[in-house]
């Protein structure tokens, strides 16, 4: 079965695209925590990081450095947080996330935004790629 980020890619479900090409994807996340959060999604549905092809794994943080940059130029921020959870959805997904303390890293502030919201906010982090 289809993850939900799998008929995201497909374009089944609406998406926010910061990042697409042949291997993974870059969205914003529905619930972020702060502006800026987006999520890098190998296109190749994977449960485990872990299980990940290591190719594949390391294109992942390859596509994290290059848009982690651009969400510090978009959203002002002391460093680009990256977390690896997993259990929301069966489909490997790393989190990029400005952040300024480690509480921001608290997923209990995770809040839903609007379509235009995560609309600016992929836009902002294209403009700075």
């Given at each position: 079965?289809?993850s939900?980020?799998?008929?995201?890619?497909?374009?089944?479900?609406?998406?926010?695209?910061?990042?697409?090409?042949d291997?993974c994807?870059?969205?914003?996340?529905?619930?972020?925590?702060?502006?800026?959060?987006?999520?890098?999604?190998p296109?190749q549905?994977?449960?485990?990081?872990?299980?990940?092809?290591?190719?594949?794994?390391?294109?992942?943080?390859?596509?994290?450095?290059?848009?982690?940059?651009?969400?510090?130029?978009?959203?002002p921020?002391?460093?680009?947080?990256?977390?690896?959870?997993?259990?929301e959805?069966?489909?490997?997904?790393?989190h990029?996330?400005?952040?300024?303390?480690?509480?921001?890293?608290?997923?209990?502030?995770?809040?839903?935004?609007?379509?235009?919201?995560?609309?600016?906010?992929?836009?902002?982090?294209?403009?700075?790629?």
């Amino acid at each position: 079965m289809d993850s939900v980020f799998t008929r995201i890619i497909k374009g089944e479900l609406p998406g926010q695209f910061v990042w697409n090409d042949d291997h993974c994807v870059v969205i914003t996340t529905i619930q972020p925590i702060r502006p800026g959060h987006v999520l890098v999604i190998p296109k190749q549905q994977v449960d485990h990081w872990d299980d990940l092809p290591d190719e594949l794994a390391a294109h992942l943080m390859v596509v994290a450095k290059k848009v982690a940059r651009a969400i510090k130029k978009a959203f002002p921020c002391t460093r680009v947080g990256m977390t690896i959870a997993g259990l929301e959805v069966p489909h490997t997904h790393l989190h990029l996330l400005p952040i300024d303390d480690m509480r921001d890293f608290d997923f209990s502030r995770a809040a839903f935004a609007q379509a235009e919201e995560l609309a600016a906010v992929a836009a902002s982090i294209r403009a700075a790629l």
